[in-house]
């Protein structure tokens, strides 16, 4: 017997997608990956070319999560204060905002 759930196919295309692109992206490494850690997590981080220009390819090895950074989206990081990081901290593999389903 198999288990099933509900939107399990619509996360397997989400999850297939997400692969694809991320796969894609890293075709287009431009150097060598910097790869930092400590004992609680650790990222590998790539520039890659794109279209639009330059991105940093954020990648965590453990948790297969990625994401793609632009230089505007770079720089929001540095608007940041150390609540804003703990409240993303305290919320992981998730958004800290929900996403307008519009």
């Not at 996360?11 to 790869?35: F, I």
């Not at 940041?80 to 800290?96: V, Y």
């Amino acid at each position: 017997m198999k288990l099933h759930w509900s939107g399990e196919e619509e996360d397997a295309r989400a999850a297939r997608q997400a692969a694809a692109e991320r796969a894609e992206l890293a075709t287009h490494t431009s150097g060598e990956p910097l790869t930092i850690g400590n004992e609680f997590s650790e990222i590998r981080v790539s520039r890659v070319e794109t279209r639009n220009g330059s991105r940093l390819l954020i990648e965590s090895p453990k948790s297969g999560q990625w994401v793609a950074l632009c230089p505007l989206e770079l720089e929001a990081i540095t608007w940041q204060n150390t609540t804003t990081f703990s409240a993303m901290i305290g919320k992981p593999f998730g958004p800290l905002l929900p996403e307008d389903d519009q």
